[in-house]
């Protein structure tokens, strides 16, 4: 056998992609198949990227035990990657990408494998500055963020943002968005102290433990008036205080719950002109989540945006101990290394 064929019969050997066949009960009866993997060939219209860091994401691990509904099966998992374009149009093969979607890795085969195939139109090149892993991590957060601004109206300077969670990494995302933009920043979360994620300016933090009534506290860290934008990263469990944080005419956002029912004042809701917005993002496919990423490139590559710190990374032999860090409540951003 020549080297050529040698290096060939390497690479289509060490190449593989995880796969779940079946929807499990829970972690313990999750199994996960690091399956060999050959180099695909894409469709027109259509590339392959070589995978050199995926994040594990809550909703990648929550959509193997079947809570997503549409999820399908058999596939492989992954909604966030970057990596190398290895086929596709010339102008894009050799070229960094970074990006992520709600139908990879639900719908279709994503991004904790070696290869990913995605259409032209998902390519966006990964910002310079920032790591292959850095860059695999930013998606599901950050486009959820940034989603949730564009439908409510970004913020700007002058304003008071709330986000309700801060210390998840929606939250985080959210606070440094709003802060990039030069709106005054109030994060509440459940732990003492500053808050520990990074912005470009002060942000005042509530510890939720210690507070019992949050929206008054917000109320008097602005003077009555309230905030104009709550981004509400939790949703039921702070459904009534995050109403009474709301000013006149403020939108609060909304992208998860614990409990599907809350009390809901509408006196309250139409005397103050609130507006309510839900986010979604497994409803953004793979291009209009990657468009999200490309709106936020100069934010990081000029470092008013900055990656989450990437506590650790895993082989594929090792997604099992990543998939249950991730669903104990880690707050921990991890990638794998297909």
């Not at 060490?14 to 796969?19: I, K, V, Y």
């Not at 009555?224 to 109403?243: C, K």
Request: glycine share 10%.
């Amino acid at each position: 056998m020549n080297v050529a064929a040698m290096h060939t019969a390497h690479a289509s050997h060490a190449s593989r992609a995880l796969r779940v066949n079946e929807k499990a009960a829970n972690l313990d009866a999750l199994r996960l198949e690091a399956a060999p993997q050959s180099e695909p060939t894409p469709p027109p219209g259509h590339a392959v990227v070589r995978v050199a860091a995926a994040a594990v994401n809550p909703s990648d691990v929550k959509a193997t035990l079947g809570i997503m509904p549409q999820a399908a099966w058999p596939r492989t998992p992954g909604r966030d990657f970057a990596g190398t374009v290895v086929s596709g149009p010339a102008e894009w093969i050799g070229r960094e990408v970074y990006g992520s979607g709600g139908d990879i890795g639900i719908t279709r085969d994503g991004s904790h494998a070696r290869y990913l195939v995605l259409p032209e139109g998902a390519l966006r090149a990964k910002p310079r500055g920032i790591s292959m892993d850095e860059a695999g991590a930013v998606g599901v957060p950050f486009v959820t963020a940034y989603e949730g601004f564009r439908r409510s109206g970004m913020p700007q300077a002058g304003q008071t943002v709330l986000v309700l969670g801060a210390n998840g990494k929606v939250g985080q995302a959210a606070v440094q968005l709003a802060s990039q933009a030069g709106a005054r920043v109030i994060a509440v979360q459940r732990r003492a102290g500053p808050f520990e994620g990074f912005a470009n300016g002060p942000v005042d933090a509530i510890d939720a433990r210690h507070h019992a009534d949050v929206g008054a506290q917000v109320r008097e860290l602005t003077d009555g008036r309230g905030a104009h934008i709550v981004y509400n990263t939790v949703g039921s469990a702070y459904f009534e205080a995050a109403n009474k944080a709301m000013a006149k005419g403020a939108t609060q956002i909304f992208i998860a719950t614990h409990e599907r029912a809350v009390p809901f004042d509408i006196f309250a809701f139409y005397r103050g002109m609130h507006t309510f917005v839900g986010i979604d993002s497994l409803a953004m496919d793979c291009v209009a989540s990657t468009a999200q990423l490309d709106a936020m490139r100069e934010g990081f590559e000029r470092g008013t945006l900055k990656p989450f710190p990437i506590a650790r990374s895993f082989t594929l032999d090792e997604a099992m101990d990543a998939y249950r860090l991730v669903l104990s409540g880690s707050t921990d951003r991890v990638v794998l290394h297909p």
